[in-house]
C-alpha cells in the first residue's frame, strides 16, 4: 500500500470497515476467488503459453507395410535412440521435456573440458559428432527459468547448442512432455526422458517407427513438432564464454560414442526385435482428441484390461470405474512404486484406493526400478479385438483433458493445466506380445498393492 492511500482510509468514519473489506478484498485476489475464477495452483514456472490453443491435429490411421520396433528401459533405450542420430543423414529433431548430464558432479555445470571429456550420455556423444557432419540438429524442450549453469561452467544443451545445434522452448501449451527423437527415415516415441535414470534404471518403454509405409504416421509427429517449433522462442546462453573456453566448446575433433550395456538388475531382458508387415496403426497426439481417442477404446474392451502406467489419476480413474465387473477381473493394472512428486504420489494412492475397492487387483512394478515410468496398455488381449497404446503421457488429466478442446493461457480463467504428448495405437499381434510379456514379466516380479488403512 502507499502511504496516502492509508492516511485517506483512516480519515473515514468507515476506515476500519473499508480496511476490512480492502483486506478480505485482496486475500481472495492473491486465491484467485475474484467472480468465480478459482485457480488452484500458481503458473508453473516452464508454462510460456500465450496464446490459446485450439485442438486440431485428428489422429492419422493407416494399413500399410513397415516395421515397428518396440523398446524398453533400462534394455535397450539408449542404443537404440543412439542409432537414430548415428543413422541420420540430413537431420535429426528432438522433443524432450528437460535434459540432464550423465555426470552428476555436472548437474549444475562443468568447466568446458570436463563437460566435452567426461558426459557419458551416448545420444548427446552422438549429436555433438552430428552437427560438426553438418547434420541439422533441433531440439525443442522447456524453459524452467533456472540460473544454471554456473559461472565459468556449461551444461549439455549449451556445449551443442555453441557448436552449432538449434534450440528453442516451448510455448503452444503448459508443458512439453513428449519424449521424441526423429531422422529423415526414423521416428521414436517413448516414456524415456533425456536423463541416466530414465534410460539405464527406470523400467520405460517406445516404439521406433521405419520404412515408407510409415511416413504418413510420422508425418503427423513430424508437423505436430515443426508447429510447437515455429510458436517456440530461442534458447540463449546465460552467460559468455572466454576465448580460450570457445577453442574447447568448438573442438570439432571426433568425441566416442559409446553404448552402455544393459545393467544387471536381476529384471526381465527384453527383446529388441524390428517388426515387420502390414500393420494397422494410429499416431495421434496429445491434448487433440486423445481423451476420446483412449476413452472410447478402453469403453470398448470385451475381455480384459492389461495396464503399465506410471501415474493414474483423475477422469481416467474415474472411468476404469465405469467398465463391468466381467472385465475387472480379468484386468492386471501394474503401477509404479514411486512417483516423483508428493501430491501426484498421493492422487495415484487415493485412484488405486477407489480401484481397490471397485474389484481391480493392482501391483507395484519390481522395486529394482527406481521408477516404472512406462505408459503403455492393452485391451483385450488374445482376442481378435486386441489393440494396444504406448504414449509419452499418463493417465492424468494434465496428460488426456476431456471436456473443451480450447486451451487457453494462464491469464484466462479458464486456464487448464496441460501437456503436449505423443501416443501410438496399434492392432498388430507381435508389437502386442512384445509388450504383453515384458508387463507379465515384471507383474509377476512385482508386489501386491494393498491400501494402507
Known amino acids: 500500500f502507499k502511504l496516502i492511500a492509508l492516511e485517506k482510509l483512516v480519515d473515514s468514519d468507515y476506515a476500519i470497515r473499508d480496511m476490512k473489506i480492502l483486506l478480505i478484498f485482496l486475500i481472495l485476489s492473491v486465491l484467485g476467488t475474484i467472480n468465480g475464477n478459482y485457480l488452484e495452483y500458481s503458473d508453473p514456472s516452464y ?23 518396440p523398446f524398453f528401459s533400462p534394455d535397450h533405450s539408449s542404443g537404440v535412440q543412439t542409432n537414430i542420430v548415428l543413422d541420420a543423414k540430413e537431420y535429426v529433431n528432438i522433443i524432450c521435456p528437460s535434459w540432464d548430464s550423465w555426470d552428476n558432479s555436472c548437474n549444475d555445470g562443468c568447466a568446458p573440458q570436463v ?15 552430428a552437427v560438426h557432419d553438418g547434420i541439422n540438429i533441433r531440439i525443442l524442450t522447456n524453459d524452467y527459468n533456472t540460473t544454471y549453469p554456473n559461472p565459468g561452467t556449461i551444461d549439455p544443451l549449451t556445449f551443442l547448442f555453441l557448436n552449432g545445434v538449434q534450440i528453442r522452448y516451448f510455448t503452444t501449451l503448459t508443458f512439453d512432455h513428449v519424449k521424441y527423437i ?35 504416421l510420422q508425418e503427423l509427429y513430424n508437423s505436430t513438432f515443426w508447429a ?6 530461442d534458447f540463449v546462453p546465460n552467460q559468455e564464454y572466454t576465448s580460450e573456453q570457445m577453442e574447447i566448446i568448438t573442438n570439432t575433433s571426433r568425441i566416442p560414442v559409446v553404448i552402455p550395456e544393459r545393467p544387471d538388475l536381476s529384471t526381465y531382458d527384453t527383446p529388441l526385435d524390428n517388426i515387420t508387415g502390414r500393420i494397422n496403426a494410429t499416431a495421434f497426439v496429445s491434448p487433440d482428441f486423445a481423451y476420446t ?5 478402453i469403453s470398448a474392451a470385451k475381455y480384459n484390461l492389461y495396464v503399465y502406467m506410471y501415474d493414474t489419476s483423475g477422469q481416467m480413474c474415474d472411468l476404469l470405474q465405469t467398465l463391468p465387473k466381467t472385465i475387472v477381473t480379468n484386468t492386471k493394472i501394474l503401477v509404479s512404486p514411486n512417483i516423483d512428486g508428493s501430491s501426484a504420489y498421493d492422487a495415484a494412492q487415493d485412484c488405486y484406493k477407489d480401484l481397490y475397492y471397485y474389484g481391480y487387483n493392482i501391483q507395484l512394478a519390481p522395486s529394482v526400478f527406481p521408477y516404472a515410468h512406462q505408459k503403455f496398455w492393452i485391451i483385450d488381449y488374445g ?23 480450447t486451451f487457453p ?30 508387463l ?14
Do not use: C
Open 47 to 69: 508454462d510460456h503459453q500465450n496464446t490459446t490453443y485450439i485442438s486440431h491435429i485428428e489422429p492419422i490411421n493407416i494399413v500399410d507395410n513397415f516395421t515397428v520396433t
Open 115 to 129: 563437460q566435452r571429456d567426461n558426459e557419458t550420455f551416448p545420444v548427446w556423444q552422438a549429436l555433438l559428432n
Open 182 to 216: 526423429a531422422s529423415e527415415t526414423q521416428t521414436s516415441v517413448s516414456s524415456v526422458n533425456f536423463d541416466f535414470t530414465s534410460y539405464m534404471q527406470n523400467r520405460e518403454a517406445g516404439v521406433v517407427l521405419s520404412g515408407s509405409g510409415s511416413a504418413a
Open 228 to 233: 510447437d517449433w515455429n510458436q517456440a522462442f
Open 293 to 297: 481417442f483412449v476413452s472410447n477404446a
Open 383 to 405: 482376442y481378435a479385438e486386441a489393440n494396444m497404446f504406448v504414449t509419452s503421457g499418463n493417465w492424468v488429466d494434465e496428460d488426456l483433458p476431456n471436456g473443451s478442446g
Open 409 to 438: 493461457p494462464y491469464t484466462n480463467s479458464s486456464w487448464r493445466e496441460t501437456n503436449r504428448d505423443f501416443n501410438f495405437h496399434t492392432t498388430d499381434a507381435n508389437i502386442i506380445d512384445v509388450f504383453y510379456n515384458t
Open 440 to 453: 507379465m514379466q515384471d507383474y509377476k516380479d512385482g508386489t501386491e498393492w494393498y491400501p494402507s488403512d
